[in-house]
């Protein structure tokens, strides 16, 4: 008889654990009505329930209103929604380098500055102790949670000189001496404008304002 009865005990508690919310407490609280003569300690001493479950179970079973879970509530909070200051804080650190995606396309933003760089920055700006601040792995991700990205934030590159960017200037001051020393030759001065690819700029070197509007107006329009 006893084997029979931890083996009926065994399968009320995997049926129990199978459920969620509501269900389960409404359950256990049926088993803990016609088993347990409706004693929460017995309950949990028999089927290792705990007694607040059961007698919330039994509130809902009696007044026939489930209660609502407040999942959302649960755990605990993210530092930087813990106190909103935080997020602030890092905001007015953070802002003054960055940069928006060079497309466009997203509204991500990109930083230079390292999660550690923060840190420094929220102890010597902000004056934070240092037992109040995350790791720095913890930063990291604080950041990537508030849309920042770390990337170095580098506009143009520089054009990079030919091998015979020498040699084409000597030409031209040699042509230029023998001009001067000739009486019979006409020198003229051109002013001539020719695209050069200096690098490679954010957004292809274009306004952001002007981007997918045909009509803005702006400089070389």
Not at 17 to 26: A, F, I
Not at 47 to 65: D, L, P, V
Request: a positive charge.
């Amino acid at each position: 008889m006893d084997g029979a009865v931890k083996k009926s005990d065994v399968l009320l508690k995997s049926a129990a654990g199978r459920l969620r919310g509501v269900e389960h407490r409404l359950f256990i609280a049926e088993v803990t009505a016609a088993l347990c003569d409706g004693n929460p300690r017995w309950a949990e001493r028999r089927f290792g329930w705990g007694r607040q479950t059961i007698r919330k179970g039994q509130q809902e079973q009696q007044s026939g209103q489930p209660s609502v879970d407040n999942f959302a509530a649960r755990g605990r909070p993210r530092w930087e929604d813990e106190v909103p200051q935080r997020a602030a804080d890092i905001r007015a650190i953070v802002e003054p380098h960055t940069q928006a995606d060079p497309e466009l396309k997203s509204a991500r933003l990109y930083t230079n500055l390292s999660a550690a760089e923060v840190l420094e920055a929220l102890r010597q700006q902000k004056n934070y102790a240092a037992k109040e601040l995350p790791s720095e792995r913890s930063m990291r991700n604080i950041l990537n949670r508030m849309n920042y990205r770390l990337k170095r934030i580098q506009k143009s590159k520089p054009l990079k000189k030919t091998p015979n960017t020498d040699a084409i200037f000597a030409n031209l001051r040699a042509v230029h001496e023998q001009a001067l020393h000739d009486p019979a030759t006409l020198e003229i001065s051109v002013d001539t404008k020719a695209k050069v690819q200096l690098g490679e700029y954010s957004r292809g070197g274009k306004k952001p304002d002007r981007l997918d509007r045909p009509n803005a107006s702006g400089v070389g329009s």
